[in-house]
């Protein structure tokens, strides 16, 4: 079985701070992870994706992800937020092959001029 | 270049009543998959379908059901509305691939009253 945790719903930050943005997971293979945006009334689109090729993910926006199989987390962040990253952002892990990917809860980034 | 099509984009119905909700892609993508969203829940899979003809069950499978009779259509129905179903529906669809991105519509938001 697979799961993704996301630690807290909303995340606050100032525009020019550090987004973090956690993410956890659990499986029992070696798994494929995902981070994906969601702008208001729109559906999902990828923001980065690790598969195994490299621990630092970098992914459009500015965003990047570091796998870290010791802690089980692939936590997303950007040196410097902007008002137009204020989305809801999902976590997504999924087996290799499977296809069939498991998404976390969410977490609504708010950003503050 | 359409990508993920879903209509209707709105829907209202009263309890008891039964629609149709249909997802077309126009990228031959073998792997389509049917989401509903709602606050504070993320994303559950109701059902997929890992090529034309096949269908399998998702986490939420209950009270919908589904059919692939065209590979680039994926149709899910609900026979009977309830009010515990009004939530915002996407499809999705993958190549499946080297574990690739799935490309989502934009959703039906449904209301049952």
């Known amino acids: 079985a697979q799961s993704v945790t996301q630690l807290g719903s909303h995340v606050s930050v100032s525009e020019g701070a550090l987004v973090l943005l956690r993410c956890n997971y659990s499986?029992?293979?070696?798994?494929?992870l995902f981070w994906y945006v969601q702008y208001p009334n729109q559906g999902l689109q990828l923001l980065l994706k690790?598969?195994?090729?490299?621990?630092l993910v970098k992914g459009i926006n500015g965003f990047e992800a570091e796998f870290k199989k010791s802690e089980t987390s692939f936590h997303l962040t950007k040196p410097s937020a902007h008002m137009s990253d204020a989305a809801e952002y999902f976590c997504?892990?999924?087996?290799?092959?499977?296809?069939?990917?498991?998404f976390g809860r969410g977490t609504s980034l708010i950003v503050h001029p | 270049n359409a990508g993920v099509t879903q209509t209707p984009k709105f829907r209202v119905l009263k309890t008891g009543q039964s629609m149709t909700l249909l997802c077309a892609q126009d990228?031959?993508?073998?792997?389509m998959y049917w989401y509903r969203q709602d606050p504070g829940m993320g994303l559950r899979l109701i059902h997929y379908?890992?090529?034309?003809?096949?269908?399998a069950k998702g986490e939420v499978p209950d009270g919908y059901n589904v059919s692939r009779l065209k590979k680039q259509n994926f149709l899910l129905g609900l026979e009977s509305a309830a009010p515990s179903q009004t939530s915002v529906y996407f499809c999705?669809?993958?190549?499946?691939?080297?574990?690739?991105?799935?490309?989502f519509g934009s959703g039906t938001q449904l209301s049952v009253l």
């Open positions: 690790y598969t195994s090729a490299a621990t």
């Open positions: 997504a892990v999924s087996k290799g092959g499977s296809y069939i990917p498991t």
């Open positions: 499986s029992s293979v070696p798994p494929y």
């Open positions: 379908s890992v090529g034309e003809g096949t269908t």
């Open positions: 990228m031959n993508h073998e792997y």
């Open positions: 999705a669809s993958t190549a499946a691939l080297h574990n690739e991105k799935l490309f």
